[in-house]
């Protein structure tokens, strides 16, 4: 009984200590930042939940069954996953040139990379629709057509795989790779056990970043996709069809299940970094 009381005692003790990290400042400042993202984010979300499921979970499976709203979330997720993929190795291969090279017109590529954050999306739409719509001086007719939702996605989401990887890359001691290869070891060895492991996690943060924006987007989606039913049309377009037509339960319903892609995305993405980092 006295070990007992004593290994109950040393546990409160640590909790207590736990607590009294915080002093009265810093619990002030925790409590309205708690506030502020609950204001934000997490009461919000919830409502968006409980409207989903006010109708039913009968209503909730029907709406994301229906033929055009999963046409539209199918088309969404796949593009959303395959400019994740293409930003991946472009953006890496981006962030590594202006890292590591120099060449003129580098100061204007690092302003042109940053042009889809400024720019609003419907202005992305626009820009997109002028190159590759009916009237494209290239010849490239991409509009409305299914690989539109693919290409506004790639636009809007190409700098963040280049930002979140070009501050580690700019951290990466070059002298550790040729002391690395001065043992012997390939530059493909030292590429795989050095350094692709070092990028893995801002690889991995900006992947997730790629694919959350590009399931998410909406603006550029409405001008370049033409919304055509079973065709080109995106899921966040859907959600807007279903409140248009006040149906605020199956609007809510797609926005729960695109949320939980993304939550589900973040997680894996984050295990992969994790172990690929701990097996390096």
């Given at each position: 009984m006295t070990v007992a009381a004593n290994a109950t005692r040393q546990t409160a003790r640590r909790r207590r200590g736990l607590l009294s990290t915080l002093d009265l400042p810093a619990g002030i400042t925790l409590g309205v930042t708690v506030l502020w993202f609950s204001l934000l984010v997490l009461i919000p979300l919830a409502l968006v939940i409980v409207a989903s499921l006010e109708d039913g979970w009968a209503t909730f499976w029907s709406a994301l069954t229906n033929t055009q709203t999963a046409n539209a979330i199918q088309l969404t997720l796949l593009s959303a996953l395959a400019a994740t993929v293409v930003n991946v190795v472009v953006g890496t291969l981006i962030a590594w040139v202006l890292v590591r090279d120099s060449f003129p017109g580098k100061r204007l590529l690092e302003l042109v990379i940053d042009l889809p954050f400024a720019l609003p999306s419907l202005v992305a739409g626009l820009v997109l629709l002028s190159l590759y719509g009916p009237a494209s001086p290239l010849g490239l007719q991409i509009a409305f057509t299914p690989y539109s939702v693919f290409l506004a996605i790639l636009f809007v989401t190409l700098p963040f795989v280049v930002r979140t990887v070009q501050p580690v890359l700019m951290e990466l001691d070059v002298e550790v790779e040729q002391a690395a290869e001065s043992l012997g070891p390939s530059r493909f060895t030292v590429l795989r056990r050095?350094?692709?492991?070092?990028?893995?996690?801002?690889?991995?943060?900006?992947?997730?970043?790629?694919?959350?924006?590009?399931?998410?987007?909406?603006?550029?989606?409405?001008?370049?996709?033409?919304?055509?039913?079973?065709?080109?049309?995106?899921?966040?377009?859907?959600?807007?069809?279903?409140?248009?037509?006040?149906?605020?339960?199956?609007a809510a319903a797609v926005a729960v299940f695109l949320l939980l892609v993304a939550l589900i995305a973040i997680v894996v993405l984050d295990l992969i970094s994790r172990r690929v980092a701990r097996n390096a």
């Open positions: 050095i350094i692709l492991p070092t990028l893995t996690p801002a690889i991995a943060a900006g992947a997730t970043l790629s694919f959350a924006r590009g399931v998410g987007e909406f603006g550029a989606l409405v001008l370049l996709t033409g919304n055509r039913p079973n065709v080109s049309e995106g899921a966040s377009v859907r959600i807007l069809t279903y409140i248009e037509v006040d149906n605020t339960a199956a």
